[in-house]
């Protein structure tokens, strides 16, 4: 179990300084930036080691190609910029140039999500899992604070060959993790054990199915929390185990109930040991302008409504 959250950081702060830091110490790492180093936080980088900093400007297609090429040359290469532009603009060069032949190249996003806030719905980007969760040969992370962006930086630079994309959001979020938490890829944490319902959460709804946790407590309502930051591969073991252990689970995350960790869940479970699963998510629309808290209420991203559905699920 993780203490209650006593500060927020943002998680792409945490990936701008780890990645400088394992650049002090790989000489082969290399990144790469569509115009946009100062929002992904690839600038700390680019300050500490210019020479191996490419910004390739507004030309995300181009920024693939390359990453792909310093990759096939033995290089690690990072390749960042706003979710919606790392996927769906690039989409078809991922999969050709980089994931095909399986190269070393890491794919990092920050603003993904609806909470980049007034941008609005062209710069929301709700199906980025769904688009690199079906691409053969990448994996999917999803950290739920800055301590877990900071480990999830080191390995897949330091310990994973191949292709592989990150995801972060743009605002500061609950730091839930202090320095002894170890990430453990292709595996769920237990935030929280408990006997009566599971909640399934990744990224920016970790801290708000924790918050949930803590309401139903108090009505008497044992929830079993767990955090999904390795959402592709999945770990099957710990569905399994809450499918067998609580009456159903309850999927949180800030992306579309289409194809992401609900889908994902759904699919072991309806394979191997069906019971019921509610998926919270972006219900198959697009985002809107606004205050960040103020969106994720419209969407029904809050602890309440993972409350709501706990008990909709004991109910049943």
């Known amino acids: 179990m993780v203490e209650k959250p006593k500060e927020a950081a943002a998680a792409r702060d945490a990936f701008g300084d780890a990645l400088a830091d394992v650049g002090a110490m790989n000489k082969d790492l290399v990144v790469l930036n569509a115009d946009l180093s100062g929002s992904t936080k690839t600038s700390v980088f680019e300050k500490k080691f210019p020479e191996r900093f490419f910004n390739v400007g507004i030309a995300e297609q181009n920024m693939i190609g ?4 310093l990759a096939l040359a033995g290089k690690v290469a990072v390749a960042s910029t706003f979710a919606v532009f790392l996927t769906g603009r690039v989409y078809d060069f991922i999969r ?6 399986r190269l070393n190249v890491k794919l990092v996003a920050s603003h993904a999500g ?4 007034g941008d609005g719905a062209s710069h929301q980007m709700v199906e980025d899992i769904a688009l690199m969760r079906a691409m053969p040969h990448m994996e999917v992370l999803s950290p739920a604070d800055a301590t877990e962006a900071t480990q999830m930086t080191r390995f897949i630079i330091n310990d994973m060959k191949g292709p592989v994309y990150m995801r972060m959001g743009r605002s500061a979020t609950p730091v839930l993790y202090d320095e002894k938490y170890h990430f453990k890829f292709g595996k769920a944490d237990v935030l929280v054990d408990g006997p009566d319902v599971t909640i399934a959460a990744t990224g920016t709804m970790v801290p708000k199915a924790l918050e949930a946790a803590d309401i139903l407590k108090g009505k008497g309502i044992r929830a079993r929390v767990l955090n999904f930051g390795t959402i592709k591969p999945i770990d099957k073991d710990a569905i399994l185990k809450a499918a067998t252990q609580t009456k159903g689970i ?3 995350e800030e992306h579309s109930v289409i194809g992401g960790l609900g889908s994902a869940i759904a699919e072991v479970v309806a394979e191997n040991r069906p019971v019921h699963v509610y998926r919270l998510g972006i219900q198959d629309q697009f985002g809107e302008s606004g205050q960040p808290d103020e969106l994720m209420d419209r969407f029904g991203l809050t602890s309440g409504n993972i409350v709501m559905a706990a008990e909709r699920i004991i109910k049943l």
């Open 114 to 117: 609806i909470t980049v806030g």
């Open 250 to 252: 309850v999927t949180a």
């Open 66 to 69: 390359m990453a792909a090429g």
């Open 96 to 101: 050709q140039s980089v994931a095909y032949p």
